[in-house]
């Protein structure tokens, strides 16, 4: 599978951005797909993942109640919607996918390094 992520942009305080991790190839139902963002400096880390078949969504708890990931799966893509950016959302906000099995999901699309297919990375810019 292809990923593409789009959506990044520069925003004040307290906006929103919709960012799209589009797929091609094969249908990202057949994956768990993540949202990961590196800020510069610093270790790519995870912001959110939906389970395959879009099971159920997981956040990281800097994250949780500001952004919402869904699955436009008739689009092939997976949104991560950014509300109340804070200027230390501030990254590369990057998707990826992978299809392997976990025994704790919740737990297993929280590691970077599980992932096989990476998205191009989109910048998002948050000023006070």
């Known amino acids: 599978v292809q990923l593409q992520a789009s959506g990044g942009g520069l925003v004040q305080a307290g906006d929103s951005l919709r960012l799209s991790c589009a797929g091609s190839?094969?249908?990202?139902?057949?994956?768990?797909v993540g949202w990961f963002r590196q800020a510069p400096g610093k270790e790519r880390e995870f912001v959110g993942a939906?389970?395959?078949?879009?099971?159920?969504?997981h956040y990281a708890d800097s994250v949780k109640d500001r952004f919402t990931i869904s699955g436009d799966y008739g689009k092939n893509t997976v949104v991560l919607q950014m509300d109340s950016l804070r200027p230390e959302d501030t990254a590369v906000y990057y998707c990826?996918?992978?299809?392997?099995?976990?025994?704790?999901?919740?737990?297993?699309?929280?590691?970077?390094?599980?992932?096989?297919?990476w998205g191009q990375g989109t910048l998002v810019t948050v000023y006070s």
């Open positions: 190839g094969r249908t990202l139902l057949s994956y768990h």
């Open positions: 939906v389970t395959r078949n879009g099971h159920s969504i």
């Open positions: 990826g996918a992978t299809s392997k099995t976990f025994r704790a999901p919740q737990l297993g699309v929280r590691a970077r390094e599980v992932y096989d297919y």
